[in-house]
């Protein structure tokens, strides 16, 4: 039988004590489920003199066992080895026992390197479905060894520095994720945001000595985390994402000029052009003022620094949010929480949507400032949520919630 060791050895078939005594080709099934496969017809045998059971040197052969075992094939043809388990009878404790085989696990049906191919093709984002059918076998085999094989935990330590957020994980539901900040590692997945929830998840898995040790959580302004952390966590400090803050004051520099854009009649005029083609202009922190360069939309050669003015002069209050929004920028990327805490004491109402956003941030002033203190981001946490989205539009949705934490904690533990 020699000239079918390399058949094993293409397979990748670890065991020397399978003989291979036929290969060939058969249609399996019936009706639509009729498919062509390779057969490998082997026989599993070796020396065995003591029961595994009892100990005893009282084994004698006692026939075959019959299994089908589907290997990974050298081609896109499904490969079923047909393997003859030889089986002993022990005479002293009269029980029998079967050969083994590191090819397949106890009492399973599908090789090792197909379930190891399952795992890697589910690290790449790839559908159940299209799992299946790559390695030859069912969707719910497929589902069978990723339950199995990945069971998401929360972490057994809490980190010093936490990152909070959230995202829609099955149909409309918003579930909470917690993040190391320091090594990115998944802390938590729990099914929603619900403040109960969270709080009995961290007090119920935590002592309060290590609660105690959390030093940073950051965040963004949700008002709901707030309410309980100092709760559960007594001596960490919130800090609020700078993102999350830059977002909130270009949106109401967005509002403001929307608003101006729309006390416009003639869509002709270069105020007009400017405020609406040129709104990139408007969030970049430091305008060119030296070189001419064609403007589309605007249709003409100017810096940025001359397009900027010709709308904001017509409008001193768009002026005003503006360079507002410019103030606080510069004051976050700069570290400078000393400007930072002016601009907020020293604001006062106008009338524009920035309004609201001043307030806002006066409501989490501490959080805030701490933002300018501190290097820390809501980056990485950003960057899962981003993985998550794709895990989740690569699949087509998933309706599991259970099953959708085992793929994300697959991909971020």
Not at 62 to 73: F, S
Not at 247 to 267: E, F, P, S, T, V
Not at 300 to 310: R, V
Not at 405 to 412: A, G, M
């Amino acid at each position: 039988m020699s000239q079918f060791n390399p058949t094993l050895s293409i397979l990748g078939i670890p065991d020397a004590n399978i003989r291979v005594s036929d290969v060939r080709d058969e249609y399996r099934g019936a009706g639509a489920q009729r498919h062509k496969y390779h057969v490998i017809s082997a026989t599993l045998s070796y020396a065995l003199k003591r029961c595994p059971l009892c100990g005893f040197e009282a084994l004698r052969p006692n026939g075959h066992k019959l299994t089908h075992i589907r290997v990974k094939g050298a081609t896109e043809i499904p490969t079923i080895l047909a393997l003859n388990k030889q089986r002993w009878y022990c005479e002293n404790c009269h029980h029998s026992t079967i050969a083994t085989t590191p090819l397949v696990q106890f009492n399973c049906s599908i090789a090792r390197g197909i379930q190891d191919s399952v795992l890697k093709l589910s690290f790449k984002r790839l559908t159940v479905k299209t799992i299946a059918a790559i390695n030859g076998i069912s969707s719910s085999s497929v589902q069978r060894i990723l339950t199995a094989n990945i069971k998401y935990r929360p972490a057994r330590r809490l980190p010093e520095n936490l990152c909070f957020d959230e995202f829609r994980s099955t149909g409309n539901m918003m579930s909470f994720i917690c993040i190391d900040g320091d090594s990115h590692s998944l802390v938590s997945l729990l099914g929603d945001r619900l403040n109960k929830t969270i709080k009995d998840f961290f007090i119920s898995h935590y002592s309060l000595k290590e609660r105690n040790a959390v030093k940073t959580i950051t965040m963004d302004m949700n008002s709901a985390y707030q309410l309980f952390i100092h709760e559960v966590f007594p001596q960490a400090q919130i800090i609020i994402d700078r993102f999350h803050i830059v977002q909130l004051l270009g949106r109401a520099l967005d509002q403001a000029r929307i608003a101006a854009l729309k006390q416009i009649q003639d869509h002709h005029l270069r105020t007009y052009k400017v405020l609406k083609t040129q709104w990139r202009l408007f969030h970049k922190a430091d305008p060119d003022a030296t070189h001419i360069r064609y403007l589309f939309g605007l249709n003409e050669y100017t810096t940025e620094k001359n397009a900027l003015d010709i709308a904001l002069n017509d409008y001193p209050s768009l002026k005003l949010v503006y360079e507002t929004y410019l103030a606080c920028h510069n004051a976050l990327m700069a570290q400078d929480t000393r400007k930072l805490w002016h601009l907020l004491d020293t604001y006062r109402a106008t009338g524009t949507p920035l309004d609201v956003a001043m307030e806002t941030l006066r409501k989490n002033r501490a959080g805030v400032l701490a933002a300018t203190a501190s290097p820390r981001s809501n980056g990485p946490i950003e960057g899962i949520n981003r993985l998550i989205k794709s895990l989740k539009r690569s699949c087509f949705g998933f309706r599991n919630q259970g099953n959708f934490f085992n793929r994300i904690y697959q991909l971020t533990a």
